[in-house]
């Protein structure tokens, strides 16, 4: 899965692909290296990081996705918190929704159940602006698993069958440097919940951490995380770095096959 992020602010690549025909380049490169989804946000979901209005993260997403659903063989997913963005982004041509509250805010769960697209359900401890300043768990790997099956359970209450579902624990969203190295390393114990694992761990600070390089500069970190992701039954990886990720995991594959 590709990132393509339409906000000033985000975190490894601020800006860049606001000017829709540079995103619909970047969009199509990342294809050509072997993206399979193109992940498209248009709020940044970094830690303090200001909400954006509805409206506003509606005109940056939604003419990306309608350029990029008809113009390229992949689907678009949408990275999104709020019913409305999900309801405009699928009416635009989206097939996915991704969002890190897991349908926890007012109406998302409803209206993902009435658009009918598959859902990516992420952990987070807390809210963006406040997620990193002092996350605490017992066993973390138990509680991002517990959240994320009983969220599960909700979507199906709300009319999401299981088979419709990803989930994801959410790397850097309120863990600390030890609780995102306990849930890689116990990575594993998520796909007992059943739907196909996700994870994003590109570029994150938690690299930054083990490496002491800057976010530009990660790109190695997060190609050895993804590896070790998929080798703990990761079946989605989320990523900036497309190329590299998929000749890595080209070579994980390969090996897991024998
Ligand atoms: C800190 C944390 C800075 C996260 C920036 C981010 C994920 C996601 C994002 C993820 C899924 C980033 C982000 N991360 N959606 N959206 N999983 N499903 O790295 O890990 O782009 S935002």
């Known amino acids: 899965m590709g990132i393509l992020n339409i906000t000033p602010d985000s975190f490894s690549d601020g800006g860049d692909f606001l000017c829709p025909d540079h995103a619909i380049r970047h969009a199509a490169a990342m294809v050509e290296q072997g993206a399979a989804i193109i992940d498209i946000g248009g709020e940044s979901t970094r830690p303090g990081a200001e909400p954006v209005t509805t ?36 009416a635009a041509g989206a097939g996915l929704i991704n969002d890190v509250y897991a349908l926890r805010l007012d109406g998302a769960l409803t209206a993902a159940a009435e658009i009918g697209l598959p859902v990516c359900l992420m952990h987070m401890q807390g809210t ?8 605490r768990y017992g066993d973390v790997v138990a509680e991002v698993a517990g959240f994320l099956g009983a969220r599960v359970d909700a979507c199906e209450m709300a009319g999401i069958p299981r088979t419709r579902l990803l989930v994801d624990p959410g790397f850097g969203f309120g863990k600390t440097l030890t609780h995102n190295l306990a849930l890689l390393s116990g990575l594993a114990r998520l796909t007992g919940l059943g739907p196909p694992v996700l994870v994003g761990l590109s570029r994150k600070g938690m690299l930054g951490r083990l ?30 770095d497309v190329a590299a990720t998929v ?12």
């Open 55 to 90: 409206a506003e993260e509606i005109r940056r997403v939604v003419p990306v996705i309608e350029t990029l659903a008809r113009r390229l063989p992949v689907p678009i997913s949408i990275d999104t918190s709020k019913p409305e963005v999900m309801r405009a982004a699928a």
């Open 128 to 135: 963006p602006r406040t997620m990193q300043a002092d996350p």
């Open 211 to 240: 490496t002491g390089r800057e976010v530009g500069d990660r790109v190695a970190a997060g190609v050895a995380a993804a590896v070790l992701a998929v080798e703990r039954g990761a079946a989605l990886v989320r990523t900036h």
């Open 247 to 258: 000749d890595a995991l080209s070579v994980a594959d390969a090996v897991g096959r024998v």
